[in-house]
């Protein structure tokens, strides 16, 4: 995939990282993988669309601060450029720009009822405003609804973070389930990778269920695998990125060897 897109109704690469299960890594990726690729010179834009507003918060975007959320560029009907520029929320120097969730994002299932082509509302968003980003990314909530199927069908590529637990491994047909289902209406595929995530090498445990990942999905699954790393809560505890707290960790050398995977894959 180019750094930037071409030949795609929405002009730059969208990645949308999902996976129905919770706690497996997913806003962590959105906002490491984001704060990577910016490092790398690319435009960025995290959009975060889990009504949970994890990445937001996390960014020290509080929901009750924000004037203009993702909920309320989905429900506007037509293009709105004053919107969407009220919901940009720009990163200072060398940070990746946000647009932030809402707790109404749970309500959009309901509110866009009967509307027509509803899956395609971000698609369309993204196809107007995201020229100026290279990568836009997704940070999806863990329920298949309305939400995630307008990420999915926006997507050059869905990252499937995956945890490396046994655990985690049985949740997984949840969102490979929707994939199919979605492949049957959509005019091409979803385009997926999987993220192996939250790995320990020291766990035996571990070690084999990632053995059994490159088994079944072979180049499917990143090369990149993340570790286990202490820093990424410290980073949330601190309203940054890893990036901001430790560079040089583990953590951040991994997201940035995956950000480079997708830059030249
Ligand atoms: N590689 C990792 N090592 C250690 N902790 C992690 C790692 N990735 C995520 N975490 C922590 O695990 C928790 C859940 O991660 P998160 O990204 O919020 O998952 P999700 O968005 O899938 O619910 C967070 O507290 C996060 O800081
Ligand atoms: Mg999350």
Not at 169 to 184: E, T
Not at 209 to 235: N, Y
């Amino acid at each position: 995939m180019p750094s930037s897109c071409t030949g795609d109704e929405v002009g730059c690469s969208v990645l949308a990282v999902a996976n129905q299960k919770g706690g497996v890594g997913k806003t962590t990726t959105a906002l490491t993988l984001g704060a990577a690729l910016t490092r790398m010179g690319r435009r960025t834009l995290v959009m975060d669309l889990d009504p949970h507003g994890c990445a937001s918060v996390h960014l020290g975007h509080f929901p009750e601060n924000v004037p203009v959320s993702a909920y309320d560029l989905l429900l506007t009907e037509g293009f709105d450029a004053g919107l969407w520029g009220r919901a940009l929320i720009r990163g200072a120097e060398g940070r990746m720009d946000m647009v932030a969730s809402n707790v109404r994002l749970s309500e959009l299932d309901i509110d866009l009822k009967g509307r027509e082509n509803k899956g395609l509302l971000l698609k369309k968003l993204l196809g107007e405003a995201a020229s100026d980003y290279d990568f836009v990314i997704l940070d999806c909530p863990p329920n298949m609804g309305v939400l995630l199927v307008n990420a999915m069908v926006a997507s050059n590529l869905l990252i499937i973070p995956i945890q490396t637990d046994f655990l985690a491994l049985h949740g997984l047909r949840l969102i490979f389930d929707s994939i199919r289902l979605l492949n049957k209406v959509l005019p091409r595929p979803v385009a997926w990778r999987a993220l192996a995530t939250m790995f320990d090498r020291r766990a035996g445990a571990c070690r084999r269920v990632l053995h059994l990942l490159r088994g079944k999905l072979g180049p499917k699954l990143f090369e990149t695998v993340i570790d286990m790393d202490t820093q990424f809560r410290e980073a949330s505890a601190s309203g940054g990125v890893i990036y901001d707290i430790a560079p040089d960790s583990r953590g951040a050398r991994e997201y940035m060897a995956l950000a480079k995977e997708i830059v030249t894959s």
